[in-house]
């Protein structure tokens, strides 16, 4: 486990960082949020995103993927979290893409693989139901009559629901809550009847949805894998997603932190910067070790994605729970650090803070990662 990034990756890594540098700084993101934007993201610098080849990163060769892997797309997340960028990455590619590429049949995935790795279809996971993540928890209801599945319950928090092309559908068709036996996936046209979408907002100004699906009737061919048995396929998925929300997390502690730094170097407080003083250096001086460490764990966690390694999930937990733990400590000395001016919308420190929230409850905190990973070590 070499934990570094090769040529090709740190390639896409650094043409990341510019072009978000340029084309998608923390002002785009105000101004996606001023305007009320219903979309909750740029068309056009979307567009441009898949002219870069990021939906294509980890999608398979035969359907047009780059095989950058993980690590390489984690890269490309850790950028988008230092300036703040909207985009349906997350929830298309990692998350949609990974399961049609998981489980998905011949047909779904010559239909749809090809359009998201050309940024040409949005697609968008809808599992939790409660405001704590826990995938065994689903209670959405599936059957079959007369012939076909049908679908009853609700959704909560779907990234980029109100956009999405199609929904991938979680729902529990055997066994009850609490069980991973009984799930199964199902491919959803949110303009199909008994289908409602309700646009939310979050606090850091993107969007989700809110899914009612009331007794809809979807045919054999929208099932995605087996029925029942799609929990394995889905806990695989959302490990790569946990991964990819914490290197987005990586991305905005470390920009705060280093925002926070040469904030404390300009600061002039009793004639001196507020960097001089001791106890101001020894909290910064920890947040930089906790930042390194989580550096490594992210690094470890991706790269044990790509290679399918037994250790892949616990690393994810890992990983998650400590981004987590470390984006609530970071952001709260970043903006303590920057006194009463840090509570204000004149700096984008508090923009900063807002994301590190959604994306600590994002797929699982630091106590269900920290349970999870306890868990799976067998304890």
Same mark, same amino acid.
């Not at 489980?103 to 939790?128: F, M, N, T, V, Y």
């Not at 790269?303 to 709260?332: C, H, V, Y």
């Given at each position: 486990?070499t ?8 390639? @896409?890594?650094d ?9 998608s ?8 949020r001023?305007? !009320?934007?219903?979309?909750?993201y740029?068309?056009?610098i ?5 002219? @870069?080849?990021?939906p294509?990163a980890? @999608?398979?060769?035969?359907f047009?993927?780059?095989g950058?892997?993980?690590?390489g797309?984690g ?8 300036? @703040?960028?909207a985009?349906?990455l ?8 990974g399961?049609?590429a998981?489980a998905?049949?011949?047909? #779904? ?11 040409e279809?949005?697609? %968008?996971? %809808?599992?939790?139901?409660a405001?704590?993540?826990d ?10 009559e007369? !012939?076909?599945?049908?679908l009853?319950?609700? &959704?909560e928090?779907?990234?980029d629901?109100h956009?999405?092309?199609?929904l991938i559908?979680?729902a ?7 069980h991973?036996? =009984? ?8 303009a199909?009847? !008994?289908?409602?979408?309700?646009r ?14 009331a007794?809809? #009737? ?5 099932? *995605? ?5 799609a $929990? ?6 959302l ?13 905005v502690?470390?920009?705060?932190f280093g ?5 404390? &170097? ?5 004639d001196?910067p507020?960097?001089? $003083? ?12 906790? *930042? ?14 790509d290679?399918?390694a ?7 937990s890992?990983?998650k ?12 000395e970043?903006? #303590?650090?920057h006194?009463?001016? =840090? ?5 984008d *420190? ?7 929230r959604?994306l #600590?409850?994002?797929? =699982? ?15």
């Amino acid at each position: 486990m070499t934990l570094l990034l090769d040529d090709e990756q740190r390639m @896409l890594r650094d043409s990341a960082q510019q072009f978000l540098a340029t084309r998608s700084p923390v002002s785009a993101l105000r101004a996606l949020r001023d305007r !009320g934007d219903e979309r909750g993201y740029d068309p056009e610098i979307w567009r441009e995103m898949a002219d @870069l080849g990021w939906p294509a990163a980890v @999608l398979p060769a035969e359907f047009g993927g780059l095989g950058v892997g993980y690590k390489g797309l984690g890269a490309v997340f850790e950028q988008v979290g230092r300036t @703040l960028a909207a985009t349906p990455l997350l929830s298309t590619v990692v998350l949609a893409g990974g399961l049609l590429a998981e489980a998905g049949s011949a047909s #779904q995935r010559d239909l749809w693989l090809p359009k998201i790795g050309a940024g040409e279809a949005l697609l %968008a996971l %809808a599992i939790d139901e409660a405001p704590r993540h826990d995938p065994t928890q689903v209670t959405l209801r599936a059957w079959r009559e007369a !012939g076909h599945w049908r679908l009853d319950g609700q &959704k909560e928090f779907v990234l980029d629901g109100h956009v999405a092309d199609r929904l991938i559908v979680v729902a529990r068709s055997a066994d009850a809550p609490g069980h991973r036996n =009984g799930l199964s996936l199902f491919l959803v046209d949110p303009a199909a009847a !008994g289908v409602q979408i309700e646009r939310t907002w979050l606090v850091d100004s993107r969007h989700a949805a809110r899914v009612r699906l009331a007794r809809v #009737q979807l045919d054999d061919a929208a099932l *995605i894998g087996a029925p029942d048995l799609a $929990f394995d396929a889905l806990d695989c998925v959302l490990d790569r997603a946990r991964a990819c929300v914490a290197a987005e997390l990586l991305g905005v502690i470390t920009e705060a932190f280093g925002r926070t730094v040469s904030y404390l &170097k300009e600061r002039v407080q009793f004639d001196v910067p507020i960097g001089s $003083f001791q106890a101001l250096q020894h909290r910064a001086a920890r947040l930089y070790v906790e *930042i390194e460490l989580l550096r490594s764990c992210l690094a470890a966690a991706l790269e044990a994605a790509d290679a399918g390694a037994d250790g892949a999930a616990a690393l994810a937990s890992l990983a998650k729970a400590r981004a987590s733990d470390l984006g609530e400590r970071t952001l709260n000395e970043a903006v #303590q650090m920057h006194g009463g001016v =840090g509570v204000t919308d004149v700096l984008d *420190i508090g923009l900063f803070l807002k994301r590190a929230r959604v994306l #600590q409850q994002a797929f =699982g905190d630091g106590t269900f990662h920290r349970d999870r990973y306890a868990s799976l070590r067998g304890f």
